[in-house]
């Protein structure tokens, strides 16, 4: 508790000091200047709206910021962000993980459906994207992201890279081809995003080529207690990988819509660092199609409509020495939405939409965990927003949604899998409803206090209620509860921005109360009878129970020079937040720490420069049967020289990543005792855009 009081006595304190000192610094010392508070945000409802007007906490990472940041995993990539940490599961593994809350709580989208692959299932299994095609990705926080799912809980992430064309063509080409080599694994990528088109035509491609070696760390790997004398040092045995992704898209524009579609195939082969001999390795594939239409001609209530369909075809091998494969995931999924933002009623304005999800789950091999299991959901929603005045913005929202989980039914599509013809077909149908409230409200000029209240329902997976069996992806013997109920919460979110004048960012609070939160509890070493448990693995069964999340985050951007054509910029960052039982107080599992950092930015449009000290403290508020985790502080920089000749624009870039080469461990991982974050590293490369 002291923690929390100590940091939100921080957070308070510097909204006192940024209030006084600046009012009249930036009246005289720097003009107005503009910052990513007024990126829009497409994933938020029918109009495109600023971070600074939302009620809810928002990110957007998009042009020189996406760049730099990009890596191989979505994790990773917004490991940097205020309030999102990673699941890091070495570097060919990681999803984002909001506030404390990840895995299914957090809805990972492709441009706007579902990523349709099985990264919610297990923190070894990475997402079937590729976050180095993004033109933007958004992430919103908290639970009042009804639009998406009761999973969004947590938050959502849309990453959007415009594979269908969304804007008519001008009649040239355009795009982006990269080069990229070196870091800790000493990456050699190539990749190419482009697209053309004319008279009411565009199609888009994007093809990826990457391979990285072992993982170069500081010191040994593991940090158990079972870790062998003779360890290698400076190198993650088994944490090499391999990428390739082509997409291709096609849209037809008209004066009153657009209609278009999309192929992709992801393939990727990466270690799972564990430490086992013979090593594992997971082999993915997907293959995804996508459609999208949108018109803007009026019909009935409605000003328009936009739908989007995504199907999927997704393999997870897991593989024992490179060669031998133990189990197999097979999962065939789809999700499609349709919106409608309806004509305004005075001072209110918003849409409804409906969404209808399909996931044939199945898997084969020697560490079958869970069933085949086809889920099938459907939902109806609805976001509104009141103009009340000039300084009140009122945002609500509201969600029903319906879940189907039938067990060893498989489509006819699916290979057979063996020992499921035995199951009982065993039904479960789930209902849930959640609502939002939210309001935004403008004190004075460029400043916006914004204030949400949820009430959400999650519905229990799959994965939750019925698994049963060993993972060695986790080192866990993993146990469902089939009586798992609804998981409810109440959540309630404020934050104040500011977007213009000396300095400029967003503060906020958040606090999150559940009914029944479900996460896996460690059960007792005796508790799975040996014959059934040969390997030893640490048993974990899925179990509800009431808990609270508090935390703050801090963005705030001091422009220090602001001249034509020069900029300098000191960007300060925190995030902190708390998780326990509420009848008990026990902390709960894999909660990350408090964090903070700074980065010094050049920007002159030829040279760009930057450095940055990221500090992540000790995390000691475990839960029982799990480990603390030290702290560290990581030290980055890099730069960047932009050249353009005619329609061409060359970046040559660099970067070097914890330049003092220091041991740091993710707590939210199951990995951590494995797999530390990569060493010491430089590495660079050169992006033509034309």
Not at 407 to 433: F, I, K, M
Not at 444 to 463: C, E, Y
């Amino acid at each position: 508790m002291s923690s929390f009081r100590s940091f939100s006595l921080s957070v308070s304190l510097l909204v006192s000091v940024l209030s006084t000192a600046t009012a009249g610094r930036a009246q005289t010392a720097a003009p107005a200047t503009v910052n990513k508070l007024d990126a829009f945000v497409v994933s938020a409802g029918p109009d495109p709206k600023t971070a600074f007007d939302l009620a809810q906490g928002t990110s957007v990472l998009a042009g020189d910021e996406l760049r730099r940041l990009a890596q191989a995993t979505l994790g990773e990539t917004l490991s940097a962000t205020p309030g999102v940490s990673s699941t890091y599961y070495g570097p060919g593994a990681s999803r984002p993980v909001i506030r404390g809350l990840g895995g299914d709580r957090v809805r990972v989208l492709d441009n706007g459906v579902g990523a349709l692959d099985a990264s919610n299932v297990s923190p070894d299994h990475n997402t079937a994207l590729e976050p180095l095609f993004a033109s933007r990705i958004e992430v919103l926080r908290g639970p009042s992201t009804l639009l998406y799912g009761s999973s969004a809980v947590g938050g959502a992430v849309n990453v959007i890279d415009n594979t269908i064309p969304d804007t008519p063509p001008n009649g040239s080409a355009h795009g982006t081809a990269e080069v990229r080599v070196g870091g800790a694994g000493r990456e050699r990528a190539a990749l190419v995003s482009a697209g053309g088109g004319a008279r009411g035509f565009a199609v888009h491609l994007n093809a990826l080529a990457q391979r990285t070696d072992d993982l170069a760390v500081p010191g040994v790997a593991r940090s158990d207690a079972d870790a062998p004398r003779n360890q290698p040092r400076g190198a993650l045995p088994g944490s090499a990988t391999e990428t390739s992704s082509v997409a291709a898209g096609v849209s037809g524009f008209w004066s009153t819509g657009r209609a278009g579609a999309a192929l992709t195939r992801y393939e990727t082969r990466y270690g799972v660092p564990t430490g086992d001999d013979p090593a594992t390795s997971i082999k993915m594939t997907q293959t995804r199609a996508d459609l999208a239409g949108e018109t803007t001609a009026a019909f009935g209530p409605f000003r328009g409509a936009k739908a989007r369909i995504g199907l999927g075809d997704y393999t997870h091998a897991e593989l024992s020495g490179g060669t031998t494969t133990n189990t197999t995931f097979f999962n065939k999924a789809a999700e499609g939405r349709l919106e409608l933002p309806h004509v305004a009623i005075g001072a209110l304005t918003g849409l409804v939409g409906a969404q209808a999800a399909r996931s044939d789950f199945a898997a084969e091999g020697e560490e079958v965990v869970t069933p085949a299991a086809l889920t099938e959901s459907a939902a109806v929603f609805a976001l509104e927003e009141f103009k009340a005045s000039d300084a009140l913005s009122l945002q609500f929202g509201a969600r029903g949604e319906f879940q189907r989980i039938r067990l060893g039914e498989l489509d006819a599509a699916l290979p057979a899998v063996r020992g499921y013809a035995a199951r009982s077909g065993q039904r479960r149908n789930s209902t849930g409803a959640s609502a939002s409230i939210g309001a935004v409200f403008y004190p004075v000029k460029d400043w916006s206090v914004a204030l949400s209240l949820a009430r959400t329902t999650r519905l229990p997976t799959a994965q939750e209620l019925f698994s049963n069996g060993p993972h060695g992806g986790t080192a866990a013997y993993e146990i469902g509860t089939s009586g798992l109920g609804r998981e409810r919460s109440l959540g309630v979110d404020l934050s104040v921005r500011r977007r213009t004048g000396f300095v400029t960012g967003a503060l906020g609070v958040f606090a999150n109360r559940f009914a029944g939160y479900i996460y896996q509890e460690e059960l007792p070493a005796g508790a799975i009878p040996a014959a059934n448990n040969p390997d030893g693995l640490t048993p974990y069964q899925f179990v509800a129970r009431d808990a609270r999340f508090r935390g703050a985050e801090a963005e705030l951007l001091f422009h220090l020079l602001e001249e034509k054509g020069r900029r300098v910029h000191l960007e300060l960052t925190a995030d902190t937040v708390r998780a326990e039982q509420t009848a008990t107080g026990e902390p709960l599992p894999r909660i990350p720490p408090r964090r903070y950092g700074g980065r010094l930015t050049y920007d002159d449009g030829t040279w760009r420069l930057g450095v940055e000290g990221r500090r992540t403290e000790a995390q000691a508020r475990v839960a029982v049967g799990e480990a603390t985790t030290d702290g560290y502080a990581l030290l980055n920089a890099d730069a960047s020289y932009t050249l353009a000749a005619r329609r061409v624009r060359w970046e040559f870039f660099l970067r070097g990543h914890n330049l003092a080469n220091t041991v740091a461990r993710e707590h939210a991982s199951f990995l951590k005792a494995f797999a530390p974050l990569p060493g010491r590293s430089l590495g660079g490369g050169v992006r033509m855009t034309f």
